[in-house]
């Protein structure tokens, strides 16, 4: 089953390189060692799913790679020329020893580039064999898992084909070794009478460098696998949780006991970095891929629906508020459809006035705790509707606070039990000095003016 999700939300959550951005989610978790394994990690990002079958495969496809004590040697080089090569225009080489023996003199006496791109072509797939070979043989004694089964077997019967077996068991020690009917042949065999099966098995290649490089990531950076329930109650259980962009991030651990998350506390605290990693726990989780987390725990959902950096729409005559009225209606219309859902609203209704907000805000997160079979969380600057909703028992009631020194605020960016009462802002605004450099523009102004007169 497909995951709902719109670009608003893939926006809100910075997952694909954009112009003008420095970052994305793809790119802190794209180390695969392929432009094709890069390719496939891309397909992945952009297929979600509700299907908790399919994740638990993917799961234990890349566990199955932390556990190896091999790795497949992926060479980014080999890997482009072989590419290079398959899409060259002159006709393949025929198979047969006059036609090879033509070629070959033919090449040493007027040096041809394109047969110069065909011997590397085929020079390169052959280590590119050898490595699956040798790669194979290491994984020998493992269990490998049934959703992995089909394409090491597909690569294994690759392997022994009596073309290939054959030049695998004496491979050349560099391209110069290459006779001219082997070069011949093989080039036949991988544009001609072999062409899908190792068009085929390039992908299968690229899958198992995503897989791999998943499974280096999860080393490297301490990340986590998620761990799917079945249960029909809304599940999300975090344990030292951070946002990959973060160079020395402070960790949250957060397990929500309702179906509603009220989060309060003042600016820069942390409230919006915490509501786009949640976000994004959610999405990784139901592509099957690791999660900046020690441990989640999560059940399956339907979609995924954040605002959390709305644009106004000018084009379409729209102000802020009419856009986020709007965004509203969006998210109510696919409650309807998908049913179960994550929505995350970082600050309802921040473009129109302090008393329509208030009502708004109010109206929006009673209904919203009261539909059970999704998972809402709500940002707001707004202390009047968390103390209206206190007594809720549909709520839980989140904060991030400051703690003041010397008339200067600091950030601890822990979460925290309860609703923040903390008003910072002008603190803030004193502490940059704008009083002080409004006021000399002032007295500037009336020197200027006495000057004058």
């Known amino acids: 089953m497909k995951f709902f999700i719109d670009n608003q939300t893939l926006n809100d959550l910075e997952l694909f390189p954009i112009r ?128 992995l089964k089909g394409i090491l077997n597909q690569i294994g019967n690759f392997l022994k084909k009596k073309t290939i077996s054959k030049i695998l068991d004496n491979p050349p020690e560099k391209m110069q070794s290459l006779s001219s009917l082997t ?9 001609v009478k072999k062409k899908t099966e190792f068009r085929n098995l390039l992908d299968k290649i690229y899958e198992l460098d995503v897989l791999q490089s998943m499974s280096s990531l999860m080393q490297q950076k301490n990340y986590s696998l998620p761990e799917y329930v079945k249960d029909s109650e809304p599940v999300f259980e975090a344990t030292d949780f951070f946002h990959p962009f973060l160079d020395e991030p402070v960790c949250n651990s957060f397990s929500i006991k309702t179906n509603l998350c009220f989060l309060t506390g003042p600016n820069m605290s942390g409230k919006s970095t915490f509501l786009k990693t949640v976000g994004l726990m959610v999405y990784l989780s139901q592509i099957g891929l690791p999660v900046p987390a020690k441990k989640f725990k999560t059940s399956i959902q ?37 049913k179960k859902l994550v929505v995350i609203f970082d600050e309802l209704f921040r473009g129109t006035n302090v008393k329509d907000a208030f009502e708004a805000t109010l109206l929006i997160i009673k209904s ?69 450099i409004l006021e000399s523009v002032i007295e500037q102004q009336q020197v200027n003016t006495e000057k004058i007169d």
């Open 20 to 147: 003008g951005r420095a970052n994305s989610i793809f790119d802190c978790y794209n180390c695969t060692e392929t432009k094709g394994g890069s390719e496939i990690l891309h397909k992945y990002f952009r297929l979600p799913v509700a299907d908790i079958n399919f994740l638990e495969q993917r799961k234990q496809q890349i566990t199955f790679f932390i556990h190896l004590n091999t790795k497949l040697k992926l060479s980014k080089r080999q890997f482009d020329f072989v590419e290079h090569y398959l899409k060259n225009r002159r006709m393949p080489l025929r198979d047969n020893i006059l036609d090879a023996t033509k070629d070959g003199i033919l090449n040493k006496i007027n040096p041809d580039g394109d047969y110069y791109i065909i011997t590397n072509g085929v020079y390169c797939s052959i280590f590119i064999l050898s490595d699956l070979q040798e790669f194979l043989a290491g994984i020998a004694d493992n269990t490998v898992p049934e959703s």
């Open 183 to 191: 070069i011949n042949r093989l080039d036949n065999y991988f544009r």
């Open 302 to 338: 339907n979609g995924l629906f954040t605002t959390i950096n709305l644009a106004d729409s000018i084009n379409l005559g729209f102000n802020h508020f009419y856009a986020e009225v709007k965004r509203v209606k969006e998210m109510a219309i696919n409650l309807q459809t998908h």
């Open 368 to 436: 919203l705790a009261a539909i059970k079979s999704s998972l809402f969380f709500a940002s707001s600057h707004l202390l009047e509707v968390a103390m209206e909703l206190i007594h809720s028992e549909t709520i839980d009631f989140k904060c991030f606070e400051t703690i003041l020194k010397n008339e200067m605020a600091e950030y601890d960016y822990k979460l925290k039990i309860g609703i923040s009462s903390e008003r910072v802002g002008l603190k803030i605004i004193e502490s940059e000095n704008i009083k002080a």
